[in-house]
């Protein structure tokens, strides 16, 4: 069976820090993989897809990029986070974009 | 306007009633997501659908290519029922959730 791990479920961090949280996905093979945020109190917002190794889109502008350095695993990244990427960060799978999507269980992030 | 239109924003119900969520969209669509997202944060997926109908359980979910319309309902409600139901379409845009609240 598929499972999909991310971690870690909450990080505080200082404004100016560097940031990497991580998404792996087990069971499967070329999964389609999905960063998506929750800001509090706001719906939720995509924030990078991959069909592929080595290939991201981006959906909105922002401080923090995405990486895909083998089949199953993605990286969101930021070399300096921001007071305003505080949120609630969610690592999502499917085996197409027209399939189930599988989230892990979040990342809380706190900048301060 | 948002392209994806949840209502309503918040639903309170008696344990036992039918609820139905509602979602409008206004884009093109390959798919449509109902989403539940519990108060620890954890997101689990529902229903997947392009056209017609599906059941699990207690809920059916719904689509209306044509009125661009999909609706989401429970039936014999009960307090785990009690969530955020969020609406996406193609895995990308989404409602602002519907909060719900099943009262025994």
């Known amino acids: 069976s598929q499972t999909i791990h991310q971690w870690p479920a909450t990080l505080v961090q200082p404004v100016g820090s560097p940031l990497s949280l991580e998404c792996t996905v087990e069971g499967t093979s070329n999964p389609n993989l999905y960063w998506y945020r929750q800001a509090a109190g706001r719906g939720l917002q995509l924030l990078f897809y991959?069909?592929?190794?080595?290939?991201i889109s981006s959906e909105v502008p922002q401080n923090l990029s995405a990486s895909r350095p083998q089949d199953r695993q993605f990286i969101l990244s930021s070399k300096k986070l921001l007071l305003s990427d505080s949120g609630f960060y969610l690592c999502?799978?499917?085996?197409?974009?027209?399939?189930?999507?599988?989230f892990g269980s979040g990342t809380q992030l706190s900048v301060l | 306007k948002n392209e994806v239109e949840q209502s309503p924003q918040n639903l309170t119900a008696q344990e036992g009633e039918f609820i139905t969520i509602n979602c409008s969209y206004s884009v093109g669509i390959s798919a449509l997501h109902w989403l539940q997202q519990h108060p620890g944060g954890g997101i689990v997926s529902l229903f997947m659908l392009s056209s017609g109908k599906k059941k699990h359980g207690r809920l059916i979910a719904t689509i209306n290519i044509q009125e661009k319309h999909s609706s989401l309902h429970i039936t014999a409600s009960h307090p785990r029922d009690s969530a955020v139901y969020i609406c996406a379409v193609n895995d990308m845009r989404f409602g602002a959730g519907t909060r719900l609240t099943v009262k025994p």
């Open positions: 991959s069909v592929g190794i080595g290939q």
């Open positions: 999502a799978w499917s085996r197409t974009g027209y399939e189930k999507l599988f």
